[in-house]
């Protein structure tokens, strides 16, 4: 990663999700972590602008795809189910 103010705040993200993790009572060391974060804007004219990305380790490149597609496929289908059993 060529910015170091970058990769630091990467390093404060990871502590960050670790400490949540902990705080949750997550047991075991972390071994993935995937942040989706959205946000809305305006262009120019007023218009609202919407932008969605993800956040991933390291240098933030997303790797293995494998491994974060199945992250993030098990985390919507539990959303799902949860979302169902409170109907």
Do not use: N
């Amino acid at each position: 990663m060529d910015c170091p103010e970058l990769a630091s705040a990467y390093q404060r993200l990871e502590a960050a999700i670790k400490e949540v993790a902990h705080l949750e009572e997550m047991s075991g060391v972390l071994a993935e972590w995937i942040v989706v974060a959205s946000t809305i804007g305006y262009d120019s004219d007023g218009t609202p602008t919407a932008y969605t990305g993800a956040l991933f380790p390291d240098d933030g490149t997303p790797r293995p795809y494998h491994r974060l597609i199945g992250l993030l496929d098990y985390s919507l289908t539990r959303l799902r189910a949860h979302i169902t059993s409170a109907e």
